[in-house]
């Protein structure tokens, strides 16, 4: 346990089996701490792109079950970012606040952030929404609208 969070580091994982014994024992860490907030550090180990097979999806689910869970997913290779990647793809899908860090000290802020999903916006939705706003206020309005036409004749 850290200063609000549980740390889950997996080191050199090879196989299956390795990969279901170290998240079954993610669960059973944060059950006895009573925190669903959680950063998972994947080290010198091979990427995972079957995590269906390998039961990771259900096992974030039993951490999904408090509403407040975060589940920080850090890894060493860029190889291990991009199956990061997927399987929050997949966790989204499923409800599950997930996200993928490759710098740790975002990962930590990340998941010692007590608000809501909802009560912030990722940065990426306000630039989205902005530009959105932007494109609405300079569309042509239609002609006899009593304002000028702002196409140059």
């Known amino acids: 346990m850290e200063r609000g969070f549980l740390r889950a580091e997996l080191l050199e994982r090879e196989t299956a089996e390795e990969t279901r014994r170290f998240f079954r024992a993610v669960v059973f860490e944060s059950v006895r701490h009573g925190c669903s907030r959680v950063l998972v550090h994947v080290r010198s180990s091979k990427t995972l792109f079957t995590v269906e097979r390998f039961g ?25 970012g991009m199956s990061h990647d997927y399987v929050v793809l997949l966790a989204r899908q499923q409800g599950i606040t997930l996200r993928n860090f490759q710098n740790e000290q975002q990962a930590i802020e990340w998941v010692r952030d007590r608000r809501r999903p909802g009560d912030r916006r990722d940065q990426s939705e306000v630039t989205l929404g902005a530009a959105s706003e932007r494109r609405q206020s300079q569309r042509r309005k239609p002609p006899g609208d009593g304002s000028p036409d702002p196409t140059p004749a």
Request: hydrophobic share 50%; glycine share 4%.
């Open 56 to 80: 990771v999806l259900e096992t974030f689910k039993k951490l999904a079950a408090d509403p407040a869970h975060r589940i920080a997913l850090l890894g060493d290779t860029v190889e291990l």
